[in-house]
Every structure is written in structure tokens, then in C-alpha cells.
């Protein structure tokens, strides 16, 4: 049973970076089993899928902001990473480690989430 | 890209009403789409898989059907717990997915 925990800041200034991790217990970041992802929740709104990365490394992102997002692994600390650039008030959200299972697409593990709100 | 068009955005029920959410894609998704719950606070919830499968533990008032672009989400009879808010996720192009707008639940 995976269990999954976001960390990182709270309060970012406009035009700046956030940047958060998820550490992964119960089970390996190697694992061809997941997709390791990001889904993001504004205040009051619905879910919007950031991205994702796979054990080989190969990442996916959303279109509407793949040119901001970068999310890495670190095998050693068992963590992976999100790092969305240029923020903006828009960014301000709730955001969610998740995991999907590579052969069923279902999201089956989920971080608490936590909100980040960015302002100056 | 992949739309999901989910509806109602909202809903008023009474306990033991009849409940049903639809969601449809833009495209073929085939079965490749889930529903999820959502109670406030909480991260969402796996409730449907692969438009019509029951996720274990998941009481069977809950249900899913169709396929191609077409969803409907049923509650047969509604509990004062189920209020939430309801999403399908379309993964046809897994990893790459896309959530409808969601539908929250209330009790009249």
C-alpha cells in the first residue's frame, strides 16, 4: 500500500518557481507498476492533471502548461518532484502527489495535498 | 486533446432518490474512463473503473456504464453520506488524462 506525502512551500511570489516533493513509502519509485503525477485543485474548482513521469524517466505533461512544468525522481530518496515556473495568481491551488497504475489508468494513491498560494 | 463535458455542474437530491451524472468525451475513449468521489478536505476517491467496474470495498448503490463517448454515473439510492463532489477522468492516452468539471452533490 503506497502512501504518499507532499512537502514545500506554502507561499510563492509571482513570477517565481514551485517547487514541491512527494515521498513515496511502501513501495519503489523504480516500480514499473505507476506513473508517478501531479494534479493540481484551485480553490473551489475541479482537478487539473499536471503531469506525470515513469520509472524510465520519460515525463508527460499537460499541454496547456508544459512549458512551465518539470517533474524529476530521486531513486535515492525514494521522492519525486514538481517544478512549475513563472507562477502566477492562477497557480494558486491545492496540489497532489497521485499515482496511477501503469495497466489500468485508475489514480488509486493520493497525497493529502497541500496548498500553495501564490502571492507577493 | 481529449474534452470531458460533465453534467449537471451541481445537483439537489433527498435521501433515497435516484441519482445519475453524465460525462461525455470528445472523441472515442472506448471504456477508459473512471469516476471518482470527492468529500471536502479529502483527496478524491476511486469509486468506478473502466466506465462500469465497482472498485472493492465500494458499496453497490454506486454504478457506471457506456462506452465510446457516452458515461452515465448512478447512485440508486442516496445516502446522507454520499454528498461530494463527483468527477470522471478520461485516460485514453494514459499517462496523459483529463477530468470533467465535476458535479457536486447536495441533499435537499
Known amino acids: 500500500q503506497l502512501q504518499l506525502q507532499e512537502s514545500g512551500p506554502g507561499l510563492v511570489k509571482p513570477s517565481e518557481t514551485l517547487s514541491l516533493t512527494c515521498t513515496v513509502s511502501?513501495?519503489?519509485?523504480?516500480?514499473?507498476?505507476?506513473?508517478w503525477g501531479w494534479i493540481r485543485q484551485p480553490p473551489g474548482k475541479g482537478l487539473e492533471w499536471i503531469g506525470s513521469i515513469y520509472y524510465s524517466g520519460s515525463t508527460y505533461y499537460n499541454p496547456s502548461l508544459k512549458s512551465r512544468v518539470t517533474i524529476s525522481v530521486d531513486t535515492s530518496k525514494n521522492q519525486f518532484s514538481l517544478k512549475l515556473s513563472s507562477v502566477t495568481a492562477a497557480d494558486t491551488a491545492v496540489y497532489y502527489c497521485?499515482?496511477?497504475?501503469?495497466?489500468?489508468?485508475?489514480?488509486?494513491?493520493w497525497g493529502q495535498g497541500t496548498l500553495v498560494t501564490v502571492s507577493s | 486533446d481529449i474534452q470531458m463535458t460533465q453534467s449537471p455542474s451541481s445537483l439537489s437530491a433527498s435521501v433515497g432518490d435516484r441519482v445519475t451524472i453524465t460525462c461525455q468525451a470528445s472523441q472515442d475513449i472506448s471504456n477508459y474512463l473512471n469516476w471518482y468521489q470527492q468529500k471536502p478536505g479529502k483527496a478524491p476517491k476511486l469509486l468506478i473503473y473502466d466506465a462500469s467496474n465497482l472498485e472493492t470495498g465500494v458499496p453497490s448503490r454506486f454504478s457506471g456504464s457506456g462506452s465510446g463517448t457516452d458515461f452515465t454515473f448512478t447512485i440508486s439510492s442516496l445516502q446522507p453520506e454520499d454528498i461530494a463532489t463527483y468527477y470522471c477522468q478520461q485516460y485514453d492516452n494514459l499517462p496523459l488524462n483529463t477530468f470533467g468539471q465535476g458535479t457536486k452533490l447536495e441533499i435537499k
Open positions: 511502501g513501495g519503489s519509485i523504480s516500480s514499473s507498476s505507476y506513473y
Open positions: 497521485a499515482v496511477a497504475i501503469a495497466a489500468a489508468g485508475t489514480i488509486d494513491y
